[in-house]
């Protein structure tokens, strides 16, 4: 039997829970982590998981409380990510010589993770079939050549995942462009880069402008295009607390989701008990890509209602009269054949906006994977300037990030495209003048070695062919590379699709003690409400080869570089504070970093949040105008939206059930109505492969799909990623920000005969 063939076997369809149940979920970390890690490695590890002076979860990068915490400052995901770090099987050479890459490449994603951690470093050379021991030396002195040889510093791409310190990611930004490139492509470029793009043009900072005391004062909280439950579980005891003071929750989502409809929260009695606390007051169950509709229509609704805060839009925006002007035309049947709502259902939400005195907009990938996600972004900016919700309590803009780090990573200046001041401090501080041409974004790095215009891939962490779009593509592009270099903790796809040469340069894990240079080491990270602080991990690392992200960098940089420019790559790699003494005199908005962090960390400043200042080219917030389009499909055709089961984090697959969605022992399902089952003649059941549609002209196909009967809009379906990566074409981008179009894929079913 095939993979395919025995997961379908296997898979059991249940119905959808109605409500998270918190209890049941810390028994099963519990018991998950125990049967990884052992029980003494599991207390330790879970016990410092989100305290201070302990270890930051490298899972979602929701924020910690400020003051007391609780004993287990923890979720479900969180406990399984510190499981799957600390897990005792590993993976060295022995595994390596009996497997060589035509065997892995035939194994599931979730077989390759589940292996174990990787132990030793690795070399597969060109025209070799299986990977071979290499010793770090050797491993530097091989990239340092290939970098050398390069005939411009751009045919290299340095790519970052969201879970680097902000110490790896600054020595590693500063590796790429001393070699004279900002080729710096990251995991922000698939997610939330059009949140950056639309925030930095609408209110001149790219990050949130709230903090989690503004959720807890709020009285109201929208949350667009997100599903907490699963992705942000810690949010769900943010959207208690709310609650219980009083805060009414309006969801916008295709799909009905157990974490916004209750929470039985086991940190206290009501949740222990069962009863647990409701949380969204109402849901629209809205279109895929109807919300820029929507948010338009709401701020038709709200100027009718005569709720702007005239004083504040007079004295810190720009550009009202030509937004008013604009939804002021809106008209009713384009917005509902974008929504798929009634009018009825807009008026209620608009009312409930109309009637809060302190407003919350949450949002995640739900919005920023559409060709309009930027506008859309920017219509939520619309709205709260509208009514004045930014820069003062208990009101604003929260963008919910993933990874645990991924906006630290872009502060300390892992991004394509570097403002000019923190180029010009970076050549004030080292001495040499970085390149100012804007690199490649992930997209554009894929095009890049698919066109034969770049040779030498290095990927700090992540998975980059299983999370890009277009898979085959990208992995095809991949191949293509003359050298990839993965510094990793557990095998993944991007190890089986690798350059003609490829390294595998094994780290140590965030919970794991990091003694390089002979002392105790920590590293510090950057919330999505822009705390940062200190993480310090405890447990023995699981192999006597490991380093850490840090000495791994400056390994690479001194072996590609030498002494050019007289940076101290063996001194920032002996002492992290090093490096934090650089950060603050490089990085804006960290000054006296390093004396910050000894003090238990400190908050980015953010002036529209602080003093209500805009740090646009206008100076003052920005009012946008944004045409609205009804997008559609043929007839017979569907838009599949991508995303995470409950089991998974990003494209690491835990496990093979979806218990909040009713799925277990199996992936490959397709929700869908039962409107559509019904017209298009197919059954709950039924398997059917996916076929995707694109201008190009070429077939995406991914087989074997299991319909599963959902309540989910008519014309909408969906199914977890990275399975559906492949349908994603690489042209499919959102306006502006060039994030892949991974929540709208238009797609036929073709039907498998069993």
Same mark, same amino acid.
């Given at each position: 039997?095939?993979?395919?063939?025995?997961?379908?076997?296997?898979?059991?369809?249940?119905?959808?829970?109605?409500?998270?149940?918190?209890?049941?979920?810390?028994?099963?970390?519990?018991?998950?982590?125990?049967?990884?890690?052992?029980?003494?490695?599991?207390?330790?590890?879970?016990?410092?998981?989100?305290?201070?002076?302990?270890?930051?979860?490298?899972?979602?990068?929701?924020?910690?409380?400020?003051?007391?915490?609780?004993?287990?400052?923890?979720? &479900?995901?969180?406990?399984?990510?510190?499981?799957?770090?600390?897990?005792?099987?590993?993976?060295?050479? &022995?595994?390596?010589?009996?497997?060589?890459?035509?065997?892995?490449?035939?194994?599931?994603?979730?077989?390759?993770?589940?292996?174990?951690? %990787?132990? =030793?470093?690795?070399?597969?050379?060109?025209?070799?079939? #299986?990977?071979?021991?290499?010793?770090?030396?050797?491993?530097?002195?091989?990239?340092?050549?290939?970098?050398?040889?390069?005939?411009?510093?751009?045919?290299?791409?340095?790519?970052?995942?969201?879970?680097?310190?902000?110490?790896?990611?600054?020595?590693?930004?500063?590796?790429?462009?001393?070699?004279?490139?900002?080729?710096?492509?990251?995991?922000?470029?698939?997610? #939330? &880069?059009?949140?950056?793009?639309?925030?930095?043009?609408?209110?001149?900072?790219?990050?949130?402008?709230?903090?989690?005391?503004?959720?807890?004062?709020?009285?109201?909280?929208?949350?667009?295009?997100?599903?907490?439950?699963?992705?942000?579980?810690?949010?769900?005891?943010?959207?208690?607390?709310?609650?219980?003071?009083?805060?009414?929750?309006?969801?916008?989502?295709?799909?009905?989701?157990?974490?916004?409809?209750?929470?039985?929260?086991?940190?206290?009695?009501?949740?222990?008990?069962?009863?647990?606390?409701? *949380?969204?007051?109402?849901?629209?169950?809205?279109?895929?890509?109807?919300?820029?509709?929507?948010?338009?229509?709401?701020?038709? *609704?709200?100027?009718?209602?005569?709720?702007?805060?005239?004083?504040?839009?007079?004295?810190?925006?720009?550009?009202?009269?030509?937004?008013?002007?604009?939804?002021?035309?809106?008209?009713?049947?384009?917005?509902?054949?974008?929504?798929?709502?009634?009018?009825?259902?807009?008026?209620?939400?608009?009312?409930?906006?109309?009637?809060?005195?302190?407003?919350? =907009?949450?949002?995640?990938?739900?919005?920023?994977?559409?060709?309009?996600?930027?506008?859309?972004?920017?219509?939520?900016?619309?709205?709260?300037? *509208?009514?004045?919700?930014?820069?003062?309590?208990?009101?604003?803009?929260?963008?919910?990030?993933? =990874?645990?780090?991924?906006?630290?990573?872009?502060?300390?200046?892992?991004?394509?495209?570097?403002?000019?001041?923190?180029?010009?401090?970076?050549?004030?501080?080292?001495?040499? &003048?970085?390149?100012?041409? #804007?690199?490649?974004?992930?997209?554009?790095?894929?095009?890049?070695?698919?066109?034969?215009?770049?040779?030498?891939?290095?990927?700090?962490?992540?998975?980059?062919?299983?999370?890009?779009?277009?898979?085959?593509?990208?992995?095809?592009?991949?191949?293509?590379?003359?050298?990839?270099?993965?510094?990793?903790?557990?095998?993944?796809?991007?190890?089986?699709?690798?350059?003609?040469?490829?390294?595998?340069?094994?780290?140590?894990?965030?919970?794991?003690?990091?003694?390089?240079?002979?002392?105790?080491?920590?590293?510090?990270?950057?919330?999505?409400?822009?705390?940062?602080?200190?993480?310090?991990?405890?447990?023995?690392?699981?192999?006597?080869?490991?380093?850490?992200?840090?000495?791994?960098?400056?390994?690479?940089?001194?072996?590609?570089?030498?002494?050019?420019?007289?940076?101290?790559?063996?001194?920032?790699?002996?002492?992290?504070?090093?490096?934090?003494?650089?950060?603050?005199?490089?990085?804006?908005?960290?000054?006296?970093?390093?004396?910050?962090?000894?003090?238990?960390?400190?908050?980015?400043?953010?002036?529209?949040?602080?003093?209500?200042?805009?740090?646009?080219?206008?100076?003052?917030?920005?009012?946008?105008?944004?045409?609205?389009?009804?997008?559609?499909?043929?007839?017979?055709?569907?838009?599949?939206?991508?995303?995470?089961?409950?089991?998974?984090?990003?494209?690491?697959?835990?496990?093979?059930?979806?218990?909040?969605?009713?799925?277990?022992?199996?992936?490959?399902?397709?929700?869908?109505?039962?409107?559509?089952?019904?017209?298009?003649?197919?059954?709950?059941?039924?398997?059917?492969?996916?076929?995707?549609?694109?201008?190009?002209?070429?077939?995406?196909?991914?087989?074997?799909?299991?319909?599963?009967?959902?309540?989910?809009?008519?014309?909408?379906?969906?199914?977890?990623?990275?399975?559906?990566?492949?349908?994603?074409? *690489?042209?499919?981008?959102?306006?502006?920000?060039?994030?892949?179009?991974?929540?709208?894929?238009?797609?036929? %079913?073709?039907?498998?005969?069993?």
């Amino acid at each position: 039997m095939t993979a395919f063939d025995e997961e379908e076997a296997r898979l059991r369809v249940g119905p959808p829970a109605d409500h998270v149940a918190g209890l049941q979920a810390v028994r099963l970390s519990l018991a998950n982590a125990v049967r990884k890690m052992g029980v003494r490695k599991t207390v330790r590890n879970l016990r410092t998981l989100n305290q201070h002076d302990g270890v930051d979860c490298m899972s979602c990068a929701w924020p910690d409380p400020q003051g007391r915490r609780h004993t287990a400052e923890f979720c &479900e995901n969180g406990a399984k990510a510190v499981s799957w770090e600390g897990q005792r099987d590993t993976v060295g050479p &022995e595994f390596f010589a009996a497997h060589g890459l035509a065997d892995l490449a035939g194994r599931t994603d979730h077989w390759l993770e589940k292996q174990g951690r %990787l132990t =030793h470093p690795m070399v597969r050379r060109d025209g070799g079939t #299986h990977y071979e021991p290499i010793s770090w030396d050797d491993a530097f002195t091989l990239i340092g050549s290939f970098l050398k040889d390069l005939d411009s510093p751009d045919e290299a791409a340095f790519y970052t995942s969201g879970r680097a310190s902000n110490e790896a990611a600054f020595v590693y930004q500063l590796l790429a462009r001393a070699l004279g490139t900002n080729n710096l492509p990251d995991c922000s470029n698939m997610c #939330h &880069e059009s949140t950056g793009t639309a925030l930095m043009r609408t209110i001149g900072m790219g990050k949130g402008s709230v903090t989690l005391e503004d959720l807890h004062q709020a009285d109201l909280i929208v949350v667009s295009g997100q599903n907490p439950g699963t992705n942000h579980p810690r949010m769900l005891t943010a959207l208690e607390i709310a609650k219980r003071d009083g805060a009414k929750i309006l969801a916008i989502n295709p799909l009905p989701e157990a974490g916004l409809i209750r929470f039985d929260n086991p940190q206290n009695v009501r949740g222990l008990v069962g009863a647990g606390t409701p *949380l969204a007051d109402r849901l629209l169950r809205i279109r895929s890509n109807g919300d820029l509709a929507l948010w338009q229509a709401i701020g038709h *609704l709200l100027l009718l209602k005569g709720v702007a805060d005239r004083e504040f839009i007079a004295s810190s925006t720009v550009g009202f009269d030509a937004w008013a002007e604009h939804v002021a035309a809106v008209d009713r049947d384009t917005v509902l054949a974008a929504t798929g709502l009634s009018w009825d259902e807009i008026e209620a939400a608009a009312d409930m906006l109309a009637s809060a005195k302190r407003i919350v =907009h949450c949002w995640a990938m739900g919005i920023t994977q559409h060709r309009n996600a930027v506008a859309t972004i920017k219509e939520f900016v619309n709205v709260a300037l *509208l009514q004045g919700m930014i820069g003062k309590p208990g009101a604003g803009l929260c963008p919910v990030r993933g =990874h645990s780090n991924v906006q630290g990573d872009r502060s300390m200046g892992i991004w394509e495209k570097p403002p000019a001041v923190f180029l010009d401090r970076l050549r004030d501080e080292f001495g040499f &003048e970085p390149p100012r041409a #804007h690199g490649h974004d992930a997209v554009d790095t894929v095009r890049a070695f698919r066109d034969g215009r770049a040779k030498v891939f290095i990927a700090l962490g992540g998975n980059f062919v299983g999370a890009m779009s277009d898979t085959e593509v990208t992995a095809a592009a991949m191949r293509d590379a003359a050298l990839t270099v993965q510094i990793s903790t557990k095998l993944n796809r991007s190890h089986v699709e690798a350059g003609r040469t490829a390294l595998i340069l094994p780290t140590l894990g965030r919970t794991e003690q990091d003694l390089t240079g002979g002392r105790v080491q920590r590293v510090t990270v950057e919330d999505s409400m822009s705390a940062v602080h200190a993480s310090r991990g405890r447990s023995a690392p699981v192999g006597p080869l490991l380093r850490s992200e840090v000495d791994i960098v400056c390994g690479i940089a001194a072996a590609a570089l030498g002494d050019r420019h007289g940076i101290p790559w063996a001194g920032f790699a002996a002492d992290y504070e090093q490096i934090r003494e650089r950060i603050g005199r490089v990085v804006p908005g960290c000054d006296d970093y390093a004396a910050k962090i000894r003090d238990g960390g400190f908050t980015m400043p953010h002036p529209p949040r602080d003093s209500r200042t805009f740090p646009t080219a206008e100076g003052k917030a920005v009012f946008t105008v944004s045409p609205v389009e009804v997008m559609t499909v043929p007839e017979g055709r569907l838009v599949l939206q991508t995303l995470r089961s409950h089991d998974q984090f990003n494209t690491t697959i835990y496990g093979l059930d979806d218990r909040y969605r009713g799925i277990s022992q199996g992936r490959r399902v397709v929700f869908i109505s039962d409107a559509d089952l019904t017209e298009l003649g197919f059954a709950d059941g039924d398997v059917v492969d996916l076929v995707s549609e694109w201008a190009d002209g070429a077939e995406r196909r991914a087989e074997r799909f299991r319909l599963v009967a959902y309540d989910t809009p008519k014309g909408c379906v969906a199914a977890y990623y990275p399975e559906t990566n492949p349908l994603v074409p *690489l042209d499919s981008q959102a306006e502006e920000s060039g994030t892949p179009t991974s929540k709208w894929v238009q797609v036929r %079913l073709e039907r498998i005969r069993t």
